[in-house]
């Protein structure tokens, strides 16, 4: 009577018990997007559809912003199949090379597309567009675009004077020599000119949205060498510009959110050695950005890289993990917003001139996968050039990059 007393009070515990979550998976796979081949495969971006369909564009063409043939490209992976459609073209500026794009879902399930046209073969000449779809869930095709806009850079009448302030800032107790400071009185000079200040900025990675509310985009410039963001909080209605965010050359912001609700940016350190992952704060929702600095763990060298918050209040940071170099790509995890990462294991990572992996992209979906594309360039006596290029699609989970790379 006691042993069927017990071994029921046990049962009846362990039925009302909570369920215990099963062990994170941590295997990794991963695939090229379409085969390798000749032609200039760069800049990816993914998102996820509500639909729960993989979606990444790109940019082809015969090189960057000289090539005039240079298109936005788009692939699906179906979620019923399991496998990548054929690519497709997703935005063309006929006779202009289209170049740098990003996507976004919005919390109305509007797909957004953005990216650059390069008026005059000089990223300094780069005008910004973007497309709106409802219709992007079919399993083959592009979009179906609703508009097609203009997002025009204009910052305010005291862009120069903020500039200045900035700069001052961030090179307080720098002893500058001469090429640091021809860039700063350059600087000074283009902020301070109208049609200078309003051309050339152009998008990286993801946009950011805010509360559901504001959506980011973040912008930078190569003739500046430095970021700010774009925001709207209509959803493109209109559109207003935080001030600069001025450091040695970082460029092409990626936002997260901090736990304090504070906005956190990582940029690409276009600027002299040592390279790191650069870093700003915004405490009023990205309109005011803090003094750039030098990560002290993450290097750079010279490269795009993409910060991400993952649902349980994680930050990752997926980037080439070398000071020059694009042969070591890495994905990190951080449970103190970014402050250390002790989590660090590589997607890709070989000898110099080995290969190059490189503008990565990365989201986690809604079943707690995570998901990168980037850029792969490996040698291929087939291809012109020696190299063959396409865009690679990863998928793994934060169980598989706590494990790290001895795993």
Known sequence: MHIVCVVTLL???NLLAPARAPAEE?????????????LHNHGSCIVECPNEDLLVCWFRGSGERTADDVRIMGARRVKLTGKWTLPFVMGDTPGFP????????????RLWLFWPTILAHRWETAVMNYKISVDYQMPEGPPVWKSHSNLFMKPGHDFASKVQTKTDEYLEGIPLAGLARAWV??????????????????????????????MLVGLYSDGFSFSLAAYTDDWGQSWNFSEPIVGGGNIQPSFA?????????????NGPPPKRVMVSQSADRGRTWSKVYDHPELENPGSGLELANLADGRLICVYNDTA?????????????????????????????????????SIIQS??????VSYSYFVPDPEQ??????????????AAWVMQGDGA
């Open 384 to 397: 012109a050039g020696g190299e063959g290029k396409s865009i690679k699609h990863a998928e793994f989970s």
């Open 257 to 269: 959110r901090t736990r304090d609700g504070s906005l956190l940016t990582y940029m690409r350190d």
């Open 98 to 109: 289209d170049t740098n794009c990003c996507m976004i879902v919005d919390p109305q399930s």
């Open 366 to 371: 809604r079943d707690g996968r995570l998901h």
């Open 185 to 214: 009185a350059r600087n000074l000079k283009m902020a301070d000119d109208k049609l200078t200040r309003r051309l050339g900025w152009f998008t990286r990675a993801h946009p950011f949205i805010l509360d559901g509310q504001r």
């Open 324 to 360: 020059r170099g694009r042969h070591s790509l890495a994905v990190s995890l951080s449970e103190d917003d970014g402050k250390s990462w002790p989590w660090t294991r590589h997607l890709e990572r070989t000898e110099p001139g080995g290969g190059r992996f490189h503008y990565p």
């Open 11 to 13: 049962v009846a515990a």
């Open 26 to 38: 941590s295997v990794r796979s991963g695939a090229l997007i379409f085969p390798l081949e000749g």
